[in-house]
Structure formats: C-alpha cells, structure tokens
C-alpha cells in the first residue's frame, strides 16, 4: 500500500509500505480523508516539541472499517469510522479519573509512538479509538471532527462561556472552529485576529461580531473597546510571544487565557500581573471522548460549519504539494484523499 512519509524537516516522500494487520481488539480502515493539521505542520518543520522525524503522518482521518481484529463485536466492515488517535494506557491516574488526554504513557496516531498515521491507503488503532461517524455527516465534514474536538476541549476547560465575551487569536482552523464553538455555547459576543485579510473575512462570514489584524496598532485597545471591557476568555490559538502578550491584556482583570495553540518556543509572562489581577492562563491538550461527540453532534446539527474551512483537496500522492498549501497559509484545511 501507499504511506506518506515525512523523513527530514520538508521532505515528503511517498513511500510502498506492508498492509497492516488488525491485532485483537484493532480495527483495520481504509482512509478516506485525512487533513494536515498544525501539529503536521510544525513536525514539517522539524519544530514540533514532542514530534520527532522520521514520522507517518495523519491523525484527522475518517475511513472505512475493512477488517476487525479478534474480540470485536461493536464494529463491523463498511461502517464510517472516525479516530480518536490518543492511544492511552487505561491504568494511571489520569486515566482512572476520565482525563485520558494527560495519561502517563500517551502516544498518538502519527504524531508519537509506533503506530503510523492516516495518510495511507489503511492504518489501524485500537477499535476503542474510533467512533462510529455520524449519518448526517459527509466525509469532509467527518474528517473535521478532530480538528474541533480540541476546541470543544479547549470550551470546556475554560470554564464555559455561555453569556461571556471572547476573544480568539488566531482565525486557522482551531481558531475559527473554536469561534463557532464559542458562539453555538453561547458566548456573548466573539471577537477574532489574524494577519491574513483572506482568514479575517472567512471569521466574518462564520459568525465572528468583529475581527482584527494583530499588527494593527493599538490592537489590545481597539478590541476592549469592541469587547466592552476585558475578554472574559481568550483563545489563543497562535501562542507566540506577542499573542500571549495580547491574550494577557486581553484578560485583564479576571479573565482566562486558554493555551490552544502548540508553542514552537517558550514565552514570558507578566507573572506579577498575573497574579495581581487574578488572570487564570489554562493550557488545552488534545480533547476526551465526550469532548469528540460534543464536536460530531455540533458539525451534524449545522451549529459549526467546519465544511467550509476544507479549502483544498489533493491526492495522496500530491502529499507533498498538499504540505507546501497548507504551509503557505493562503489555505484554512487542506485534506488528502487517498
């Protein structure tokens, strides 16, 4: 079967790999969409903090069950699957008490550990780590119950934000998928940065009140004024030193910053304003099965557009061409159909 391989920083290879075989308790799927995430696209870069190279990429990946391993009764071939890829251990602490996305052995499909990613003919995981896709749910719009399973997460570990002002930074695919999250929970208003004019119009038309260039100056400013006051939440789903910086002011007094985005670098914080101003900074980490099902049901009952984020289709083996889009940011979603 055909394998994507990310070998060195910026060298996709398109590589002729052994079919798996479904173990007890696996499910073998034939992919049918995979999307690049940006997890993807800093181990492109040979800059993501927990990805090391050479990797088989994809993790956003809807696809059809084409063989169950031992011990498998729930599922069975032909049905639409979508993985959940954090493949945990059951056992420790985190486990026990329902916080699996912070188990002590965690690994991830095509991120981490041995089992190779999605953008392959087939792959297989665990059949615990599929959920049956919904119905009323088409394949591009399945593929993109991952990418807004973190920001249901993200909505959840914030505290919720039904009746509050937002603020997110950052308007690629977590960002906007978090903003329409936050306006189907209720949000108050949302507001939204990006620095590409193409990104800010498409949070417009997905339902942002306002949106900002982050370069503009006085920006902080000019987005307090719009929120009425201080953001009682900001996403920051860039996680730079000047988004953190601005996320910061954002909050002030008493607001949350949610950590969405995966740093390539550590910043600094104002930790005497921090701590003066009671700000709560919240990191977000991949997402848990009810987060993953909250993300299926919004998608299905047309809360969330997450359709309209998927710019771009390319074959698996354009995979190269199709890292270089999605690395270019002209593009939100950039899926691969093998």
Do not use: W
Request: glycine share 10%.
């Amino acid at each position: 079967m055909r394998q994507v391989l990310l070998e060195s920083p910026e060298k996709i290879e398109l590589r002729e790999a052994p079919k798996p075989e479904p173990g007890a308790g696996d499910l073998l799927v034939r992919t049918e969409r995979v999307g690049i995430c940006g997890s993807d696209l800093h181990a492109y870069h040979g800059k993501h903090p927990f990805i090391s190279l050479p990797v088989a990429p994809g993790h956003e990946a809807v696809g059809v069950v084409e063989a169950v391993g031992e011990g498998i009764a729930e599922v069975q071939p032909g049905d639409r699957v979508i993985l959940e890829p954090n493949i945990v251990c059951g056992e420790c602490a985190y486990c026990r008490s329902g916080r699996y996305n912070l188990c002590e052995q965690l690994t991830v499909v095509g991120c981490v550990g041995p089992l190779a990613g999605a953008m392959a003919d087939y792959f297989i995981a665990p059949a615990e780590r599929f959920v049956v896709a919904d119905p009323r749910l088409d394949i591009s719009q399945a593929a993109m119950v991952e990418p807004l399973a973190t920001g249901t997460h993200a909505l959840r570990v914030s505290g919720g934000v039904q009746g509050k002002r937002v603020a997110v930074l950052g308007a690629g695919t977590i960002g906007l998928l978090t903003m329409q999250a936050a306006k189907a929970a209720g949000a108050e208003t949302a507001v939204a940065t990006d620095l590409s004019p193409a990104k800010r119009e498409r949070a417009l038309a997905l339902g942002a009140d306002a949106i900002f260039d982050p370069t503009e100056p006085g920006i902080v400013e000019k987005m307090r004024e719009r929120l009425g006051g201080q953001a009682d939440v900001v996403f920051d789903c860039v996680a730079v030193q000047n988004t953190m910086d601005q996320a910061i002011g954002l909050a002030l007094k008493g607001g949350t910053v949610v950590v969405v985005g995966v740093p390539e670098t550590d910043v600094r914080v104002p930790l005497a304003l921090i701590q003066d101003r009671e700000v709560r900074i919240q990191g977000s980490a991949m997402y848990t099965r009810e987060d993953v099902l909250e993300a299926m049901r919004l998608i299905a009952e047309g809360k969330v557009d997450a359709g309209a984020l998927v710019t771009r289709t390319l074959p698996l083996e354009r995979a190269a061409e199709a890292f270089a889009a999605a690395d270019a940011g002209a593009e939100i979603k950039v899926h691969l159909v093998p």
